[in-house]
Nanobody, 123 residues
Framework: QVQLVESGGGSVQSGGSLRLSCAASGSNFRDYSMGWFRQAPGKEREGVASISSDGRISYANSVKGRFTISKDNAKITLYLQMNSLKPEDAAMYYC?????????????????WGQGTQVTVSS
């Protein structure tokens, strides 16, 4: 069992930056894939970035070059550095864990979810 708590969301202007954090509790953090997902009103939840258990990183095309996912196993924390934010990045951002370590961007592969943190980007 894994519990996830996101933080770091907020309101920024277009072009600004935010750093999201996801504190995890429970065992086997190193064996899990971790991912960031987002969901805007009226839209489906989409994968933003993931890191597999063996360190492979995947990004959605829409955030490549702007967002960076990282994981600190010692602190049991996942991060998402978001730079050059655009209004279309505005959404509720969720942290998730996949116990099978696949490292995909498919929300269906992730069994554990946090409550989310809101990101608002004004133009």
């Amino acid at each position: 069992q894994v519990q996830l708590v996101e933080s770091g969301g907020g309101s920024v202007q277009s072009g600004g930056s935010l750093r999201l954090s996801c504190a995890a509790s429970g065992s086997n953090f190193r064996d899990y894939s971790m991912g960031w997902f987002r969901q805007a009103p009226g839209k489906e939840r989409e994968g933003v970035a993931s890191i597999s258990s063996d360190g492979r990183i995947s990004y959605a095309n829409s955030v490549k070059g702007r967002f960076t996912i990282s994981k600190d196993n010692a602190k049991i924390t996942l991060y998402l550095q978001m730079n050059s934010l655009k209004p279309e990045d505005a959404a509720m951002y969720y942290c998730a864990a996949d116990p099978y370590g696949l490292g995909t961007l498919d929300p269906g592969d992730f069994a554990y979810w946090g409550q989310g943190t809101q990101v608002t980007v004004s133009s």
